[in-house]
């Protein structure tokens, strides 16, 4: 296993496309989430998945953004319309139910809205 | 609403010597303290966690301090090592999620 995987690492798009972001965790992780993370900042939750549920989604998350998780396994996350606020790195991470809920991230997508 | 807070941007620490990294937090309901570590062009890697149940964790080098009173939790590196350059991330838990800080850059210097 090589751990949480993300692609594209880097995407250039101009104002009002739309970007796609997709996130393959640890197979044996039940858990995954997405976070965002802007310039010296730390990383900001935007939502994460039970399996296939998401169970919830921050304030953050505008109705131009859509994730999912068929199947439970991969996750996709979508902005429709971008914005140069949507300029951002974003983390994907999973984990396992249980103790610290110690989370795993992947080394993140970063997009650049022009 | 900043619920966790790491007020020094960055720290410089000579090889050898011992790095203390802060972090403040507000809400009474955090059960779990997470530090992370992050490299240029990696996501953040777990380091050391601590249950709001307990006062000290040891790993290795690195030592967690929770203050509950203080609202306060402190991270120790012993002896630090050039490698152990890179920005260190204070988070807590609530509920299922984590709320990080903004993060502290350090720099050990050989």
Known sequence: DTGVSQDPRHKITKRGQNVTFRCDPISEHNRLYWYRQTLGQGPEFLTYFQNEAQLEKSRLLSDRFSAERPKGSFSTLEIQRTEQGDSAMYLCASSLHSGANVLTFGAGSRLTVL | ?110
């Open chain 2, 1 to 110: 609403d900043q619920q966790v807070k790491q007020n020094s941007p960055s720290l410089s620490v000579q090889e050898g010597r011992i790095s203390i990294l802060n972090c403040d937090y507000t809400n009474s309901m955090f059960d779990y303290f997470l530090w992370y570590k992050k490299y240029p062009a990696e996501g953040p890697t777990f380091l050391i966690s601590i249950s709001s149940i307990k006062d000290k964790n040891e790993d290795g080098r690195f030592t967690v301090f929770l203050n509950k009173s203080a609202k306060h939790l402190s991270l120790h590196i012993v002896p630090s090592q050039p490698g152990d350059s890179a920005v260190y991330f204070c988070a807590a838990r609530y509920g299922n999620k984590l709320v990080f800080g903004a993060g502290t850059i350090l720099r050990v210097k050989s």
